[in-house]
């Protein structure tokens, strides 16, 4: 039987980007007691609020969403910047290639998840509202909540508050009940295997 933890937006501690550009906010860190260095996968929110460099995560996959505003990011071997919109599709991209990040029209709020690279792939996927039953086909599910929602899983029901989120543990071929009128962030992670999630979400 699968579990849910409630991930409140309240527990998360701030921390401001050696550049000043931004501060990254961490959701979550898999395994258990993993740090920034050697985990599986990790999931973070960051405000992006002045033009700059990205950390380099050497072997990592990483997938942006943008939840607040537009972002603008030249990525090695890219022709061209490449441009993020709110509620827009996530995009994947080497963690390891030097990315530059460029917020427009003001301060910028994206959803990240970061995947080390050989063990686990992973989506993120954008539903502006949620009625009904929704399939999970991963090990792993975190839904994040934007500006707060109701969720039923298993017979369980949790208020989420703004920017809360809660992780599904295990989710394997499964389905999750969802009533939101508000936006809704379904991140899926899975270990990399014969027939892999797709790896754009």
Not at 67 to 92: D, N, V, W
Request: with cysteine.
């Amino acid at each position: 039987m699968s579990s849910i933890r409630h991930l409140r937006a309240a527990d998360r501690r701030r921390t401001p980007w050696k550049n000043g550009g931004g501060t990254t906010s961490e959701v979550l860190l898999f395994p258990e007691g993993a740090t920034a260095d050697d985990f599986d996968w990790r999931i973070s929110l960051a405000d992006v609020e002045c033009p700059g460099m990205f950390s380099i995560f050497p072997g990592v996959d990483r997938i942006t969403a943008v939840m607040e505003g537009r972002l603008a990011l030249a990525i090695k071997g890219e022709a061209q910047s490449l441009e993020l919109i709110e509620g827009g599709q996530a995009m994947t991209y080497p963690g390891d290639f030097p990315t530059f990040g460029v917020p427009l029209d003001g301060p910028v709020r994206d959803l990240n998840l970061m995947l080390r690279r050989g063990r686990w792939i992973g989506s993120i996927e954008y539903l502006p509202t949620a009625l009904g039953n929704v399939p999970v086909s991963a090990e792993q599910c975190v839904i994040l909540a934007p500006v707060g929602a109701q969720v039923d899983y298993d017979g369980e029901g949790c208020d989420l508050g703004a920017g809360d989120a809660i992780w599904l543990v295990p989710a394997t071929d499964d389905f999750v009940s969802l009533s939101a009128s508000t936006p809704l962030y379904i991140i899926q992670m899975c270990r990399e295997g014969p027939e892999p999630l797709e790896r754009s979400a």
